[in-house]
């Protein structure tokens, strides 16, 4: 009888009529599974935003945050979201990282103001964000850049060198070698190639995009032919000391330039008594501008005026691009056997101006099409480069 029952039971267990087990086995695969999915989905999101490779689907809570981080206010980061909407940009977070993609968005940006119908100020204004915003970015992209000895840095990159007799010149590596460290035979101010001896220290300067400025000591080596140019061969340096980090790029640039002395004058009577500045357009100085930034520039000239004074500048950048802006003699560094190279603090600067130099230093085209030069201006210009090329 007791055979019979275990029989029976065992048959029952066997029949097929209750499914709960194994509807619950599956259910509780199925949200194993589902979760294993939202996980990896979520750290491969995690991953391209750090490495700013996001999707068009950003969070835009993150951008806001990690855009503030480097310092950009809300108008800026206002301007940012547009752009990312108004260009359909796939990876919003590879802005922040001063990345080609930021050239060729905010580039968009500029062409897009110009094309609105609205007043020069107001389209000055809204490009000099665009600027601010390069500007910001750049300087926090590479902080974490650190150069330990010459031999890390790369061909064409743009070094200052002053040897012992306190000139500065302006050059490029040519090539990185083995054992030295080779950047472009240095010119004097008639094109003729300088020929220094064997061992006399030098003194080199360099800057990264970012306006992290480096210093080092070298000497001179030889000369020697490195891929077609003529080039001077610095002894390699492992000791790198970083300098103070620039607020803006500055670039290379070589064009005639008028400046003028500003003198300040008190005008009225009395409690009515104002500073006034005044520029005599009628007496002027020419000289040569060597670099430009948003901040300053330098300029070579055989009358350089005193540290402390102030000063207008009137040049051109590129194609008839007119620079007017007013500023300050910073410092004077002396000229052998005359003259000096005066380092201008910019003081005033215009809207327009201050873009059509950030233009100028970042090959941002202009398509504005007003940019066109004084025509009095122009022929002075034109007639003392032809005097001074005889």
């Known amino acids: 009888m007791s055979d019979i029952l275990i029989q029976m039971r065992y048959e029952g267990f066997q029949q097929p009529g209750n499914p709960l087990p194994v509807y619950i086995g599956l259910g509780v695969f199925a949200v194993v599974v589902i979760l294993i999915v939202i996980i990896n989905r979520l750290r491969a ?22 855009a503030k981080e480097l310092g950009l206010t809300p108008p800026h980061i206002d301007t940012l979201l ?12 590879a802005l922040l990282t001063n990345s080609p993609l930021l050239d060729t968005v905010l580039k968009k940006g500029l062409r897009e103001i110009e094309s609105q119908v609205a007043s020069n100020e107001v389209k000055e204004a809204e490009k000099l964000t665009i600027f601010h915003i390069k500007q910001i970015i750049e300087r926090n992209s590479q ?10 840095l790369k061909v064409n990159q743009p070094v200052s060198i ?8 302006s050059t490029y590596v040519t090539g990185n070698l083995k054992d030295y460290l080779g950047v472009k035979a240095p010119l004097d101010d008639k094109g003729n190639q300088l020929r220094w001896r064997k061992w006399i220290p030098v003194k080199a300067f360099f800057f990264k995009d970012n306006g992290q400025g480096y210093s080092f000591t070298s000497k001179a080596m030889g000369y020697n032919m490195i891929k077609g140019t003529a080039s001077l061969l610095l002894q390699h340096s492992n000791s790198i000391t970083q300098a103070q980090q620039r607020r ?27 500073k006034k500045a005044y520029v005599d357009q009628k007496k002027s100085a020419l000289g040569t501008i060597l670099d430009i930034s948003a901040g300053g520039c330098s300029i070579r000239t055989n009358f350089p005026l005193g ?3 102030l000063v207008k500048v009137e040049f051109e950048t590129e194609r008839r691009i007119q620079v007017n802006v007013f500023g300050k003699v910073k410092s004077v560094r002396r000229l052998k056997p005359v003259g000096g190279v005066m380092h201008i603090m910019f003081t005033r600067v215009s809207k327009q101006s201050l873009n059509r130099i950030n233009t100028f230093i970042y090959d941002y085209e202009d398509t504005s099409g007003r940019y066109r030069y004084n025509p009095s201006v122009q022929a002075r210009l034109n007639r003392s480069s032809r005097s001074r090329r005889r």
């Open 45 to 66: 999101r995690a991953t391209a935003i750090k490495s700013g490779k996001g999707s068009a689907a950003y969070n835009k809570r993150m951008f806001k945050r990690k």
């Open 82 to 93: 547009h752009l990312v909407s108004q260009y359909n940009v796939k990876n919003p977070f």
């Open 143 to 152: 902080r974490k850049m650190v150069y330990s000895t010459t031999r890390q």
């Open 162 to 169: 002053t040897p012992e007799t306190g000139q500065r010149y």
């Open 248 to 274: 803006y790029r500055r670039k290379d640039i070589e064009k005639p330039v008028y400046f003028y002395k500003v003198q300040i004058m008190s005008v009225g009577v009395g409690k009515e008594v104002r």
């Open 307 to 309: 540290k402390g004074e």
